[in-house]
């Protein structure tokens, strides 16, 4: 949408006027709905970002973040996770309070292997998918929800 755009580009430009580079996103409780591509290019070196508390329902966008380690999507509608297999670096993601439902929304994280943290606190899927099978489902991970994957 229109208004999760300028929020986004207006972010960026301010960033890029303060000439520095931009490698922590804090974009929390803004309302966002959408990504837009053109302002994430320029964003490509950023390696941790906490788009928590949005509207976010899906985050395709986001594939172009290539540097991205941290990436904080807690409390979002978000169900689809198409586009963070792209995300070769991506070590941390939390999915806090989201509508991950079942194995297959994981399955853009399956060959991520970097990806050692996950948190799905408050997700559906955990109320209806054993853990060991969501270990499976993404094997690199070392921590599922802050503990550790063999506890």
Same mark, same amino acid.
């Given at each position: 949408?229109?208004? #999760?755009?300028?929020?986004?580009?207006?972010?960026? %430009?301010?960033?890029?006027?303060?000439? =520095?580079? &931009?490698?922590?996103?804090?974009?929390?409780?803004? $309302?966002?709905?959408?990504?837009?591509?053109?302002?994430? @290019? =320029?964003?490509? $070196?950023?390696? #941790?970002? *906490?788009?928590?508390? *949005?509207?976010?329902?899906? &985050?395709?966008?986001?594939?172009? @973040?290539?540097?991205?380690? !941290?990436? *904080?999507?807690?409390?979002?509608?978000? %169900?689809?996770?198409?586009?963070?297999? +792209?995300?070769? *670096?991506? #070590? %941390?993601? /939390?999915?806090? +309070?989201?509508?991950?439902?079942? @194995? =297959? !929304?994981? /399955?853009? @994280?399956?060959?991520?292997?970097?990806?050692?943290?996950?948190?799905?606190?408050?997700?559906?899927?955990?109320?209806?998918?054993?853990?060991?099978?969501?270990?499976?489902? &993404?094997? /690199?991970? =070392?921590?599922? +929800?802050?503990?550790?994957?063999?506890?």
């Amino acid at each position: 949408d229109l208004e #999760s755009s300028f929020v986004l580009e207006a972010a960026v %430009e301010h960033w890029v006027r303060e000439g =520095r580079p &931009v490698t922590d996103l804090a974009m929390p409780g803004l $309302g966002l709905t959408c990504f837009r591509r053109g302002p994430l @290019l =320029r964003l490509q $070196g950023a390696v #941790s970002a *906490n788009f928590s508390g *949005n509207a976010l329902r899906a &985050v395709q966008e986001l594939d172009c @973040l290539v540097s991205m380690q !941290h990436l *904080n999507l807690d409390d979002n509608p978000l %169900e689809r996770l198409w586009g963070l297999e +792209n995300l070769p *670096n991506l #070590s %941390e993601l /939390s999915l806090r +309070n989201t509508c991950v439902k079942s @194995l =297959r !929304h994981l /399955s853009p @994280l399956a060959n991520l292997p970097r990806l050692v943290s996950l948190d799905l606190t408050g997700c559906p899927i955990m109320e209806t998918t054993p853990r060991s099978e969501i270990c499976s489902a &993404v094997p /690199s991970l =070392r921590t599922l +929800n802050g503990t550790h994957v063999s506890d």
